[in-house]
């Protein structure tokens, strides 16, 4: 579906330096930061982060005059008494497996109109959720419309998009937390203002020939200090690429900046106040001697992310060293040692959805979860929304895993209402330790009004991707040398809050297709078989319902007919 | 209908068909075959048109050179699979992995309701593997599927070739907007159902097989490919599906534009396409490729894997590289263009392949004859039956008329109370036997043959074509009316009505899914059935029906075929051939859930034996 979706560009909307005022130190700050991952599978992603914060409480002081702010953006705020707004774009999908758990969670945007509603998505598709404060003073616009949203989102991202149906919300977010079920295919043409800094790296045609792109906005405000007196705003823009390492490096896992982008980092922004690019340099082998980076990084930096140690190379734009020495930086990862393994090390948690049966009548919707840990179990939050025109046969929910049925500890199920709300069916499931589980609930697929029918009603229709979410057990937890390592007194709570990470992950999404007449035929069809029915019913309902009597030949003549006559006045039967 | 109301003038026109009854019949049969024969003339005929827009009018540019590398990889795949003696997997696995496909392999077994001679094959156990090209920026909801079916014998391995250079080749493409599924089966069409079995998670034939674990969405379209040589001189394409379906025909279109484009050799039922239709050569050639067709679509079985993928709405169709004496040959790089021709024309689509014919028949590769042209043929067959019926209905009513006008009630109060009872009474033990030999004829040959391989010295595989063989005859000896009536003639006469009415009705439901079965079995058997009566040449008549009956009909279709295909067969080939063309039906049945095996044993012979009973009525 990514074929026919026109979509352009990172959404930058940074304004040029306007008025810079000297006199008062800037309320606003930028700070920009790239992260270079290699992936197990020996592709690479990479992610560019643009914060934005703004000291400033834009729905209480009457706002004009923006810096570094987008203005768009702001006015948005401030007019809808927004809280919250998470937007994403997203062409392809994450195949969790092999490249693991995804660092940037496909978001969930919450919009709160004074009841709770929902949307979500994924696939080539957008993500969307606002969260506006209750509606203390009058809104401009009634906020049960659920236009609203997609319409002034529309205009402001260059981006089409549309919600079908009612929102509704999950019982298990919290309240006022929801997202928008499917926005099928968003289409997206955006801005890009600033060539400085990181997004030099930005090159539209070598963006476009990765294997995941996904965009993302999030505007939510921040606390100032800790007793949160006060409020800034915080706009985030993120891209996140993977470049596929088969194409770009021809079969070899090494990765240069300009054979990725194309361009080489020459210069920090110089608006922002910190510029940095992060390296992946973690090695799956204990050595330290498979793979090289260049220039050497000046530091490093350890944490555990998504439950496994990582080490990354830092290398600070904003050091004039770094660039001072060539003027461009290129950096580049060599691997000394091919990693050899040829099957990646495959997640602990990772999800496959279908459609399975055939014909037009009915079908079941399958999902597969695996859990790959060696021993431990965990429980998984599923959450389906399915469109009302595939009717689902809740009797039919079956979950097995390991040949055995398992009982999920928790369901709720909100029916569709045809035309207006999807099916929601929400489980927590106990995935037991090294096992499949197979959820699968069987489904008829409706009749549409012909009107219904999308203008390319035999490509099918989308269902949206399901959505896992789940504390994982961590790599880091999960591996027996830390247990040889730690105090002893560690064994004792072999489950501590740093063992689980938490992850969602969304499955595929799906194409159904539905019965679909042939959209030529139906006035020659209704004419002829009317003409048909009507012709065949009238004349054997005619021949049915009739009584037939021989008509007697009429012999005598008008005597013979008085002298009947004369017998029916005395009751006695005719000649 | 004032005319059917009206008693007088009903009269007059059941007079009418009464009288004229048997030259109408002739009429209407010499119609039907006339008009069949007519559809090869340009009128009816029509060249081939592409309807999909997405595949129109945009040409690609076709870039594949990997001639080398796909006789290299075949020549390392026929070695390992020499030494192996099987699929080689593992070398598989990696060299799909090393071109950067997601890689996956599936097993399955499955144990045959009897041995299998012409494929020495009784319990199947293999594995599947598969390479999925995912396309760059997609969510893996559209996929197109390129397969080669791998038999026991050392065939196919330059299409294996051919397959995984152009994977190569696929991968380094950023264009691709559907994933793409290289699928390599074992067992050829057993693995394909196996692995079609599983990929939509449904078990239709008792396979058993593990769950795949790589899936790619929706398959939108499939090419199969049949290649045992390094260069080929032609390219013959199959349409023909399980249970006669038929692709769309845009495919088949989509195929003739790259041939033409490529100046590639191509033809149809391994018939080059006549060029000139305006003389009589040209249609008459024609014919020839029709009848082909014609055969090889009531035939019902699965005439390449791409048979089975059009069960799951999946449009496929199996090209095969032909390597005659031609002087001319054509290289893997010029069929493998064609292929990323048309897999670049398929990834366009935006809509499942929906706009062009789904039912059609082809004299040629770019003529067709659409369905509306080609039905009157059959309609004109089964009006015989209908004319029939309808005169044994008018005598039937006559006679009970003529029984009852004496006693003078006034106007037609309901005909025939009576004696139609009686005539019900005893079609119920000729309906039920017949029905209960069909039965037989169904379930007792497989279920039977341990017990006839203990008693008789015969194989599995042929104790079962005997034992079909030797139920089908034992039908026609069976004492069906054990009924007396008083009014002999009105006895057979109901029962051949119903009999007329059941086959109408029959012939009448192949031919609106599978036309060409529908028409040939009524080409063969209408004229007989509208014959059968216990008086008059009885002999003659025995003979014709023995003749048109449904074995016998598949006999001579077998022969039919030879013959069109200019390899002529002897009595005793024809023959082995029969057998085992049985052993077949009924295997494919069960392997695949091919229909033609219970339609005719369940529906046709039980039909049939009805006429074979009004024949010898006493």
């Known amino acids: 579906m990514a074929a026919a979706m026109p979509l352009a560009l990172l959404v930058l909307l940074l304004l040029g330096p306007g008025g810079w005022c000297l006199a008062e130190p800037p309320r606003d700050s930028l700070r920009e930061e790239l992260v270079i991952t290699p992936l197990p599978s020996g592709d690479v992603a990479a992610t560019f982060q643009f914060r934005t914060r703004w000291d400033s409480e834009l729905q209480r002081e009457g706002v004009s005059h923006y810096r570094l702010f987008p203005k768009a953006l702001g006015q948005l705020i401030s007019k809808y008494s927004l809280r919250e707004l998470h937007l994403s774009f997203t062409q392809g999908f994450w195949r969790t497996r092999y490249w693991g758990p995804p660092f940037l969670q496909a978001p969930s945007v919450w919009i709160n109109l004074g009841r709770s509603s929902v949307m979500s998505s994924q696939g080539s598709s957008a993500p969307l959720s606002t969260s506006s404060t209750p509606p203390t003073q009058s809104l401009p616009l009634p906020p049960s419309n659920p236009w609203v949203w997609p319409m002034t989102l529309t205009t402001t991202f260059c981006a089409m998009l549309c919600c079908r149906g009612r929102w509704s919300a999950p019982k298990t977010s919290p309240p006022g937390r929801s997202s928008c079920p499917v926005v099928p295919r968003a289409s997206l043409i955006s801005f890009h203002l600033l060539q400085a800094g990181l997004s030099v790296l930005l090159k539209a045609d070598r963006l476009f020939h990765t294997s995941y792109h996904s965009q993302a906005v999030h505007i939510r405000p921040v606390c100032r200090n800790a007793r949160c007196t006060s409020i800034s705003w915080e706009l985030r823009q993120t891209l996140s690429v993977v470049f596929d390492a088969f194409i770009t490096g021809q079969g070899k896992k090494d990765w240069s900046l300009f054979r990725m982008f194309s361009r080489t980092l020459t210069e920090p922004c110089p608006l922002a106040s910190e510029s940095r690019v992060y390296v992946d340099i973690t090695t799956y082998n204990q050595d330290n001697e498979t793979l090289e980076v260049h220039p050497p990084p000046t530091t490093t930096y350890q944490d555990v992310i998504l439950g496994t140690r990582k080490t990354y190379a830092i290398y600070d734009l904003l050091d004039t060293a770094m660039i001072n020495n060539s003027r461009n930086l290129n950096i580049q990862l060599k691997w000394k040692r091919p990693p050899e393994n040829e099957a990646p090390p495959v997640p602990f948690l990772h999800a496959q959805r279908y459609v399975s049966g055939y014909g037009l009548q009915k079908g079941e919707l399958s999902t597969l979860l695996y859990n790959t840990h060696p021993y431990r179990a965990f429980p998984v939050l599923l959450l389906d929304t399915v469109p009302w025109y595939l009717r689902l046969y809740v009797h039919t929910l079956t979950i097995t895993s390991k040949g055995k049925e398992n009982k999920p500890s928790y369901i709720h199920y909100q029916p569709a209402q045809d035309r207006l709300q999807p099916h929601l069916l929400e489980m927590l499931i106990q995935l037991p330790a090294n096992s499949v589980t197979k959820v699968s609930i069987q489904f008829e697929r409706a009749l549409l009004k012909w009107t219904e029918y999308t203008p390319d009603p035999n490509h099918g229709f989308y269902v949206s991707p399901s959505v896992l979410s789940a504390l994982v057990p961590s790599m880091v937890a999960a591996k027996p040398v830390d247990w040889e390592e730690s105090p002893l007194f560690n064994s004792l709570f072999p489950v501590s809050d740093g063992s689980n990470y938490f992850v969602r992950l969304y499955t595929e999404p799906l194409l159904v297709n539905l019965p679909t007449p042939d959209f030529s035929m139906p006035y020659n069809v209704i004419c002829l078989t009317c003409t048909v029915v009507a012709v065949c019913y009238g004349s054997f309902y005619n021949l049915l319902t009739r009584t037939f009597h021989i008509e007697e030949p009429r012999t005598g003549g008008l005597a013979k007919r008085l002298a009947n006559l004369i017998r029916r006045a005395r009751g006695v039967p005719p000649l | ?618």
Request: charged share 15%; proline share 6%; aromatic share 10%.
């Open chain 2, 1 to 618: 209908m004032g005319l059917l109301s009206d008693p007088v003038r009903r009269r007059a026109l059941a007079r009418l068909v009464l009288r004229l009854n048997a030259p109408l019949c002739v009429l209407s049969y010499v119609a039907g075959i006339a008009w069949f024969l007519a559809l090869v003339f340009p009128p009816l005929t029509q060249r081939t048109y592409m309807s999909e827009n997405a595949m129109g009018s945009t040409m690609v540019e076709e870039q594949f050179a990997g001639g080398d590398r796909a006789r290299a990889f075949a020549r390392d795949f026929a070695a390992h699979r020499k030494k192996s003696g099987a699929l080689p997997v593992a070398w598989l696995e990696r060299t799909m992995r090393s071109v950067g496909l997601e890689v996956y392999t599936q097993s399955f077994s499955r144990k045959l309701p009897f041995p299998d001679e012409t494929h020495e094959r009784y319990m199947v156990s293999g594995t599947n593997v598969y390479g999925i090209l995912r396309a760059p920026r997609a969510a893996s909801t559209e996929s197109l599927v390129l397969t080669v079916p791998c038999g026991s014998d050392s065939t196919n391995s330059q299409a294996v070739g051919l397959l995984l250079a152009l994977a190569a080749h696929f991968r380094g493409q950023i264009y691709w907007a559907k994933d793409i599924v290289f699928l390599v089966t074992e067992h050829d069409l057993l693995g394909t159902e196996a692995w079609l079995e599983a990929y939509h998670d449904v078990n239709v034939t008792g396979m058993q097989s593990s769950p795949l674990q790589g899936r790619a969405g929706a398959i939108q379209a499939a090419v199969a490919l049949e290649l045992s040589s390094d260069v080929v001189t032609s390219l013959d394409v199959a349409v023909e599906g399980l249970n006669g379906q038929l692709p769309n025909l845009d495919l088949l279109n989509l195929f003739q534009t790259f041939c033409q484009k490529g100046g590639l050799l191509c033809t149809l039922q391994g018939k080059l396409q006549p060029e000139d239709w305006t003389s009589l050569d040209g249609p008459l050639q024609g014919l020839q490729t029709l009848l082909l067709m014609v055969l090889r679509q009531a035939s019902g079985r699965p005439h390449g894997s791409h048979g089975l993928f059009l069960r799951y709405r999946v449009e496929a169709l199996t090209l095969r590289g032909i390597n005659s004496f031609r002087q001319y040959k054509y290289d893997l790089v010029a069929v493998g263009k064609a292929l990323e021709g048309m897999f670049r024309k398929l990834n366009h689509l935006l809509e499942r392949l929906h706009q062009s014919f789904f039912l059609y028949l082809l004299p040629g590769l770019s003529r067709f004859v659409s369905i509306g042209l080609y039905m009157p043929a059959v309609g004109f067959l089964l009006l015989v039956l209908g004319l029939k019926a309808l005169e044994l209905w008018m005598q039937l009513h006559e006679a009970g008329m003529g029984l009852e006008e004496p006693g003078g009630a006034p106007g037609p109060s309901v005909p025939l109370p009576p004696s139609q009872g009686v005539g019900l009474a005893s079609l119920v033990a000729p309906l039920l036997i017949s029905q209960a030999m069909g039965l037989a004829l169904y379930v007792l040959p497989v279920l039977g043959q341990h017990v006839a391989t203990q008693h008789f010295p015969v194989a599995e595989a042929e104790a079962v074509v005997l034992t079909l063989l030797a139920i089908y005859a034992a039908g026609l000896a069976l004492p069906h009316n054990t009924h007396r009536t008083q009014a002999p003639d009105r006895g057979w006469m109901a029962l051949k009505l119903v009999a007329l009415i059941y086959l109408a009705l029959q012939l009448g439901c192949i031919a609106l899914t599978n036309f060409s079965l529908g028409f040939l079995l009524a080409t063969t058997m209408v004229p007989t059935a509208a014959l059968a009566k216990p008086h008059g040449p009885r002999t003659l008549y025995a003979a014709l029906l023995v003749l048109t009956s449904p074995a016998a009909t598949l006999l001579g279709s077998l022969f039919l075929w030879r013959e069109l295909q200019e390899a002529p067969l002897s009595l005793a080939e024809g023959w082995q051939l029969f057998l085992a063309a049985l052993a077949q039906g009924v295997l494919e049945h069960h392997t695949y859930g091919a229909l033609l095996f219970p339609l005719l044993s369940l529906g046709l012979y039980p039909c049939w034996l009805l006429f074979w009973n009004v024949l010898f009525w006493k």
